[in-house]
């Protein structure tokens, strides 16, 4: 085993110590400590990470076992990381991103006090340790721990404002969600557990071909829940729009580093039994199309700056989950990359016309920015064209590989998806035009305090545009030139073995190839231009009417929800809890109290004190044994 290997635990005990430390040291560190503590953790694990990456390019790649975790009887699970070319990759999304996210929260979070101030970054630091314990775990039970951590921090981050009940609110539907997929992840486990007799990703994988296609289509399926959980699909997506309620960098975190491209890991590193269910795979397919083109018809009627990107994350999750379910596994990696790259961008975009126009988050309420916040408008607008998909930036190179190899599949997940495609490229630019063209529609006093974001800010928005330009060159389609997708040979190891299971009877023409790039690219661009034209001269400021009501108000999902399961499970409680509960079980047990008091109270009148009283009771007692004792003989 590499010596340098060997080290890899120090990736995540960087962020646990930044954790316990700010933790801990709240309520007396300063507001400088702090950021340095948090900040330089991250930094600490970035930079292990770069050395690590570096390693597996050339070719390490190890499971470090670090001790044993738990054993009965024949079952051994190990506590092991897995260091290869996914996870490594993965290292450096979340180490990097969250860095740059970290850093953006020291200006962001300013007004704080000191003692909530430390609370965020303590959370913040053990949101990226248990998402580097889900991608470093190198079996199922290790990357379960991580997985069950993110959803505990997105809880805490999520309601960070703990005095605002909705916030609450939010963060309870985030964590209640979350466990209704984590209990199908949880039994998948315990059935790879009865199949195959270990949890380790090398073991399960080298005799997945051995079990039937039933038992893994079952495996899988139960697997996939878990993910629609994380990672927002229908039906399980509602709480990622209301996790908006922590503060802005928790949201990039969230949507660009963590917590939703859990799922999109875990079915990656799963890939070869996806791959032998061709069933699962399907389903896949089908739930991340249908939940990419759902979400978009929703983000084009939003006016929260914050629930339009919200929106467009579950959507782009959609067509992560497309390219998982068609086997184009580089492509869903791919996308995850480049997508943390823009998305953070534009997230933190949002906090910084946020922090200037003193917590407004409507649209309709802004306009004419793009003078008064230079940086923030520019790199906002690369964020924007990188997501639409516009070449050369980073997110038309790994859509339209999504798209692509949607096309072989089958043309009807094309046609959907590239019109979910020209539908994002439609709302993100109403959301720029609405924001930073036109006139200021603001309060004069908002117009007064206008100015652009201090450096901690600006720096990493400038990082993440420059990313989000170049991100996608690592991932150069072969139909421009041959051998120029990197990406696809580094990862080439994690899925050879699923690219030799299904051997494909043809590829598309290189003509074929720039026909689909070239109408997915056009139709993005036509509704860029109607977008901008028609927002930035006439915003829509008032309240949507007719079918744009539904839209606005999410297709009432949420009220569905409401009716039929929180409605039901909230009568069905309050029964339990007035009828059973406190008429059935309390009154019994209540019941047998106040008889034995009503007793106590009654023979408590025979002790009278008067001796003639006792007389006659002792009198009485004897008679009574006398009787007794003559019908017994």
């Keep these: ?322 390219g998982l379910g068609v086997g184009a596994y580089t492509g869903a990696v791919f996308h995850v990359m480049t997508h943390a790259f823009f998305k953070a961008l534009l997230f933190l975009g949002a906090g910084s016309v946020i922090h200037a126009m003193h917590h407004e988050q409507d649209i309709r309420n802004m306009g004419g920015l793009r003078k008064k916040l230079p940086i923030t408008h520019l790199t906002f607008l690369l964020g924007c064209i990188a997501i639409a998909g516009i070449p050369p930036f980073s997110g038309f190179f790994s859509k339209d590989e999504i798209l692509a190899a949607a096309y072989e599949a089958s043309p009807v997940y094309w046609i959907v998806g590239v019109a979910g495609a020209m539908m994002t490229a439609f709302y993100m630019f109403r959301l720029y035009a609405t924001t930073f063209l036109g006139n200021f529609r603001g309060t004069k006093e908002q117009e007064h305090h206008l100015h652009e974001s201090p450096w901690a800010m600006t720096v990493p928005l400038i990082v993440l545009a420059i990313l989000a330009v170049i991100g996608g060159f690592v991932g150069i389609p072969k139909v421009f030139a041959e051998n120029a997708h990197s990406l696809e040979h580094f990862l080439s190891p994690i899925f050879t073995q699923s690219e030799e299971l299904v051997k494909k009877d043809h590829a598309l023409s290189h003509s074929t190839e720039y026909m689909l790039m070239g109408v997915s690219v056009a139709l993005a661009l036509i509704a860029i231009l109607y977008a901008v034209n028609r927002y930035s001269k006439k915003p829509e400021l008032q309240d949507a009417e007719g079918f744009g009501k539904v839209l606005a108000n999410k297709w009432y999902v949420d009220e569905i929800y409401d009716a039929i399961i929180s409605k039901p499970l909230k009568a069905i409680s309050i029964f339990f809890n007035n009828v059973i509960e406190k008429s059935g079980i309390d009154g019994f047990v209540n019941g047998i109290g106040e008889g034995v008091q009503y007793a106590s109270r009654q023979l408590r009148l025979l002790q009278s004190g008067q001796v003639g009283s006792y007389i006659l009771l002792m009198v009485l007692g004897m008679i009574i044994l006398m009787v007794v004792q003559f019908f017994i003989k």
């Excluded at 009887?73 to 996914?86: C, R, V």
Aim: net charge neutral; charged share 10%; glycine share 8%.
């Design 1 to 322: 085993m590499s010596n340098i290997l060997n080290y890899i635990w120090l990736v995540p005990l960087f962020p646990l110590i930044g954790f316990l430390i700010n933790g801990l040291g709240r309520n007396f560190l300063s507001k400088t400590l702090v950021s340095f503590i948090a900040c330089g953790a991250l930094l600490a694990s970035f930079v292990v990470s770069v050395y690590f990456f570096i390693s597996v390019k050339e070719g390490n790649h190890e499971l470090v076992k670090l001790f044993d975790f738990i054993s009965v009887g024949k079952l051994s699970i190990p506590f092991e990381f897995q260091i290869d070319a996914l996870s490594s990759l993965f290292l450096l999304i979340i180490t990097g991103v969250g860095f740059l996210i970290h850093l953006y929260s020291t200006a962001y979070m300013h007004e704080e006090s000191n003692a909530h101030y430390a609370r965020y970054f303590a959370y913040l630091n053990l949101f990226v340790f248990s998402m580097l314990l889900l991608v470093l775990g190198g079996n199922y039970v290790i990357m379960f721990i991580g997985w069950e951590g993110v959803g505990l921090c997105s809880y805490l981050l999520i309601g960070y404002w703990f005095k605002n009940t909705d916030y609450n609110n939010a963060a309870k539907k985030a964590f209640i969600m979350n466990r209704i997929g984590d209990l199908g992840f949880l039994l998948a486990v315990f059935w790879i557990i009865q199949q195959f007799g270990s949890v380790s990703f090398g073991e399960v994988f080298a005799n997945a071909e051995s079990k039937s296609t039933a038992v893994l289509t079952g495996i899988t399926l139960l697997l996939f829940i878990g993910a629609t959980g994380k990672s927002a699909q229908i039906p399980l997506y509602t709480w990622l729009p209301d996790a908006m309620a922590g503060p802005t960098p928790v949201s990039a975190l969230i949507h660009a580093a963590t917590m939703v491209t859990a799922g999109i890991y875990m079915i990656a590193r799963s890939n070869i039994l996806y791959t032998l269910a061709p069933t699962t795979q399907s389903v896949v397919a089908v739930i991340g199309l249908a939940t990419a083109i759902f979400a978009a018809t929703i983000a084009i009627k939003q006016n929260d700056i914050k629930k339009v990107l919200a929106y467009s994350t579950v959507s782009q999750l959609g067509y992560m989950f497309l």
